[in-house]
T-cell receptor, first 111, second 114 residues
Framework: TQLLEQSPQFLSIQEGENLTVYCNSS?????LQWYRQEPGEGPVLLVT???GGEVKKLKRLTFQFGDARKDSSLHITAAQPGDTGLYLC???????????WGAGTKLIIKP | EADIYQTPRYLVIGTGKKITLECSQT?????MYWYQQDPGMELHLIHY???????EKGDLSSESTVSRIRTEHFPLTLESARPSHTSQYLC?????????????FGQGTRLTVV
């Protein structure tokens, strides 16, 4: 059973369009992270959200943590080909901060 | 830039061979992890360690073994490689002592067993 569900699994859009990807769970997390992974590389952290309802912006990327700390979204404005990659969310649970990983959203931005 | 290194980056090896994938980090992190990932797919945790002489199996059953004799070093060994072991192996570390759960990843080892 996947504790963190990411949707969509795959998204291919044209440069300049906006998009939102989701990370949902029935579990409460102490924090949630978003990573981006490019082919042949390891994932790299984009952001960590900690407080319910928190919104963080990273240039054209906007991250939101749900009020109940069970879900999160990533919105990209005016997507560019450089945004192409696998976007992974990971929730931290428990006193040892074990990370629970979503299956990822594969994003392709076409020029 | 993360200071965690994996070698080799790519490895093609014959069935039945013993291999060791190396992972080293210079950040002094206590927690280290090995993940298995097919290209573009989800991460599967196969081993983790809370510190020296601590090793635990992850969620995905694996025929590999790990050791943690030094804080900075967390090698993964396959005693007898099989084609089903073909995958990308990612090593990561974290330092949750201050509540920071960020995982720092190496570039991965792409293993092909023929």
């Amino acid at each position: 059973t996947q504790l963190l569900e990411q949707s969509p699994q795959f998204l291919s859009i044209q440069e300049g369009e906006n998009l939102t990807v989701y990370c949902n769970s029935s579990s409460v997390f102490s924090s949630l992270q978003w990573y981006r992974q490019e082919p042949g590389e390891g994932p790299v952290l984009l952001v960590t959200v900690v407080t319910g309802g928190e919104v963080k912006k990273l240039k054209r990327l906007t991250f939101q943590f749900g009020d109940a700390r069970k879900d999160s979204s990533l919105h990209i404005t005016a997507a560019q080909p450089g945004d192409t990659g696998l976007y992974l969310c990971a929730g931290a649970k428990g006193g040892n901060y074990q990370l629970i990983w979503g299956a990822g959203t594969k994003l392709i931005i076409k020029p | 830039e993360a200071d965690i290194y994996q070698t080799p980056r790519y490895l093609v090896i014959g069935t039945g061979k013993k291999i060791t994938l190396e992972c080293s980090q210079t950040m002094g992190h206590d927690k280290m992890y090995w993940y298995q990932q097919d290209p573009g797919m989800e991460l599967h945790l196969i081993h983790y360690s809370y510190g020296v002489n601590s090793t635990e199996k992850g969620d995905l059953s694996s025929e590999s073994t790990v050791s943690r004799i030094r804080t900075e070093h967390f090698p993964l060994t396959l005693e007898s490689a099989r084609p089903s072991h073909t995958s990308q192996y990612l090593c990561a570390s974290s330092d949750p002592g201050q509540g920071n759960t960020e995982a720092f990843f190496g570039q991965g080892t792409r293993l092909t067993v023929v």
